[in-house]
């Protein structure tokens, strides 16, 4: 075989790797400037990051309608127990929750696992607390059946930490500088 084919060879698929290397060496380099310019493009909306604590307690729960009763709660769980219930009876509580942490919370009235299906949770809509602060919110129960006062009726008061942007309908908006 003669040589300079050989050479040509060696020498052309030398090029393909040292091409191949030159362009990730290039595209590579080119993230790092052009992440940065993607960063600096965002306007400045005013978006602020809080960095805390949350601390949710229950420190209040009361029947409102709907039946007689007590109710007896701490800190981080609630006991009641319903009298004179009749089937197709709504009963309305109220709860206060307060906040101890910086970071605002939502917090939510949801149906454990063992709520006898003659109770049904009909109404508990979301509750927003600020950080340090306490917040008043409601939920009421439909008894679908007879009422017996052995139930244990597992009901859950679940919090996330708050955040705008789950909150608004388009979260995008918030940078695009037309907050209402």
Excluded: C
């Amino acid at each position: 075989m003669n040589k300079n084919k050989v050479n040509r060879k060696q020498r052309s698929k030398a090029w393909k790797i040292a091409a191949i290397w030159i362009t990730l060496t290039i595209s590579l380099g080119m993230v790092g400037p052009g992440m940065a310019l993607w960063d600096m493009s965002l306007p400045d909306s005013g978006l602020t990051v809080n960095i805390g604590s949350i601390d949710p307690v229950l420190t209040g729960l009361e029947i409102k309608s709907g039946a007689a009763g007590s109710v007896n709660y701490s800190e981080d769980s609630a006991d009641f127990e319903l009298e004179g219930v009749e089937p197709g009876s709504q009963v309305a509580f109220s709860y206060t929750l307060e906040n101890r942490g910086s970071i605002p919370v939502t917090a939510q009235v949801e149906a454990g696992a063992s709520l006898p299906e003659e109770v049904t949770l009909l109404d508990s809509p979301p509750l927003l607390v600020d950080g340090e602060d306490s917040a008043n919110g409601e939920f009421t129960l439909l008894v679908n059946g007879d009422w017996d006062e052995s139930y244990l009726t597992d009901l859950k008061l679940v919090y996330r930490q708050w955040n705008a942007f789950h909150e608004a309908d388009d979260p995008w908006r918030l940078f695009a500088g037309d907050q209402d």
